[in-house]
């Protein structure tokens, strides 16, 4: 089987005989259903393979679809005349670059249209032109196809003023077509976030956005139908390699990179990206995160003092998920958006929505990655500290691995530290996430709620941490409130640490442990 990783023309994967999971039934059913489409789906999930089918179909190219399920659907095969944009392919570290990938677009269809408006400065008056042009000189409406529309927005997060003269420049590019609406047969945005209506999109509001739509939901990604039905050979072999049973490989399959879920009642998609790398290298890796580093996602979560405990579980309405701002004050909206976070559930009574990690793959990767966000340890040095951590939690070693964590908190700078508790208590989240015990930051119980608790098969460490208090009075609560009472029916040794941080040292100042033997 040929996996067609970083193939993203139809043509090329249908021609070379790549193995495509047909979405042709979508295909037909977005382009009998209107005009104005916009859809938004991850990095890497199929986006730019989706336009390229779209264009390939609009252009009437009836022989690449042979075999696939629009070649039953589709009678007419009409060609129309295709402008097809890609905004993937620069950094637009300023506005110029921008600009520059707009122009070489216009000039290259003003040379096979014979647009007039080629001398005017305005690109919205040019692509009018052009789309007008093409009308006249074929005969039919256009086809506009705009693939990672918002990647200049999203590479300008943080800057405020560059975001700016993007919006307005896409804003006025991106109103044309409603101008044109005569001239058009189908308009397709797709990006990985939405920007609000209000930012880009003021001039063009009939947009129908199928992101959330479950009619939409598995029309990029794979779905576990799917997985077995055109990948059982390959993950037979999977399992082999790595000394499984095939049963064993889809669970970790799905454990590691299932889980995406588009609207309240989808069913689950597969990253398409790591499913196919892990299928040709027969490695389990953590391949669709590694191309990628999220870094204006975790700037935004200290920009904001984000409690890190609140990504797992996290309540929001569609309004919230729906799209975002150009100044951004909630960095959920583009966590979801980005894929880091997707729809676990939903309360239809409350119309509220509760998102989490979708997968193995995403949680781990990404918490990893804050570690030296949060701290002055490298991603390099990091799997090693933990190391470290692993061995002395295991061991019973509550002080050694106190004392590791105060010389971790010792050399955080300065900058990197908003509010103390809060900082603590998400540098404590991360390194036992990352530990791969469970953890819960915040464990409710009857009589209160638990700062952190870390389970072993041996031990249960209950912590609560004080700031400039004393860590007597830490470990009072935890007796007080009775935080221990749920663990110490079992047969693993329960132990209260009752720790105190200092203001004016900014680190752990002392702590005292309490231990109950079962």
């Known amino acids: 089987m040929k996996y067609p990783i970083g193939i993203q023309q139809f043509e090329k994967l249908r021609e070379e005989g790549w193995v495509y999971i047909d979405k042709t039934a979508h295909i037909h059913r977005i382009a009998s259903k209107g005009t104005y489409f916009f859809l938004s789906r991850p990095r890497r999930f199929g986006k730019s393979l989706l336009m390229s ?32 944009i890609d905004l993937n392919a620069e950094r637009y570290a300023k506005a110029e670059e921008l600009s520059n990938i707009i122009d070489t677009y216009l000039r290259e269809w003003e040379k096979i249209y014979g647009s007039d408006e080629s001398n005017n400065e305005s690109f919205s008056r040019r692509f009018l032109g052009v789309i007008k042009s093409a009308k006249e000189k074929t005969g039919r409406n256009v086809v506009v196809l705009i693939d990672e529309y918002d990647k200049p927005m999203l590479q300008a997060i943080g800057n405020e003023e560059l975001q700016i003269q993007f919006r307005n420049m896409l804003k006025a590019f991106y109103g044309t077509l409603k101008s044109a609406d005569g001239y058009l047969r189908f308009v397709l945005l797709t990006g990985v976030t939405k920007f609000s209506k209000i930012s880009v999109f003021s ?5 129908n956005d199928i992101s959330m739509d479950a009619e939409y939901s598995d029309i990029c990604g794979i779905t576990e139908e799917e997985l077995h039905e055109v990948f059982d050979d390959e993950v037979a072999m999977l399992a082999e390699n790595n000394k499984q049973t095939k049963e064993e490989a889809y669970q970790e399959l799905k454990r590691r990179y299932d889980g995406y879920h588009f609207s309240e009642d989808s069913k689950g998609m597969y990253n398409p990206f790591s499913i196919l790398n892990t299928l040709l290298k027969k490695v389990y890796r953590n391949y669709w995160f590694s191309t990628g580093t999220p870094t204006y996602l975790v700037e935004l979560l200290k920009r904001f003092d984000f409690d890190l405990q609140d990504l797992s579980g996290y309540e929001t309405t569609a309004d919230a998920l729906d799209s975002i701002q150009i100044r951004v004050d909630n960095p959920i909206p583009v966590l979801y958006q980005s894929g880091y976070l997707t729809i676990s559930s ?20 990404f918490i990893r990655f804050l570690i030296p966000m949060y701290s002055p340890i490298s991603e390099t040095e990091s ?7 692993v061995r002395e939690v295991r061991a019973g070693k509550v002080d050694d691995f106190m004392k590791r964590l105060q010389s971790l908190m010792a050399d955080t700078p300065y900058e990197i530290i908003k509010d103390l508790e809060n900082h603590y208590q998400n540098v404590m989240f991360i390194l036992t996430k990352l530990m791969g015990f469970y953890v ?19 031990y249960v460490y209950v912590i609560e941490i004080k700031i400039d208090s004393t860590p007597e009075e830490a470990l009072r609560q935890i007796n007080d409130k009775e935080y221990s009472l749920p663990f110490t029916a079992g047969a693993r040794e329960v ?7 200092s203001r004016e040292k900014r680190n752990l100042e002392s702590w005292i442990v309490e231990r109950i033997e079962n």
């Open 346 to 365: 939903y309360d239809d009574d409350l119309g509220l929505y509760t998102l989490d990690f979708p997968n193995e793959e995403v949680e781990e990767s």
């Open 53 to 84: 089918t779209l264009e390939a179909y609009f252009k009437g190219k009836r022989h690449l679809f042979e075999g696939l399920a629009i070649e039953k659907l589709e009678k007419d095969w009409i060609e129309y005349p295709v402008l097809h």
């Open 383 to 389: 799997p090693a500290f933990v190391g470290k951590f």
């Open 440 to 458: 819960q930051a915040e464990y409710k119980t009857s009589y209160g709620r638990i700062d952190l608790l870390i389970a072993t098969d041996k």
């Open 203 to 207: 001039d063009l509001n009939n947009l």
């Open 495 to 501: 132990i209260k640490i009752g720790a105190n941080v």
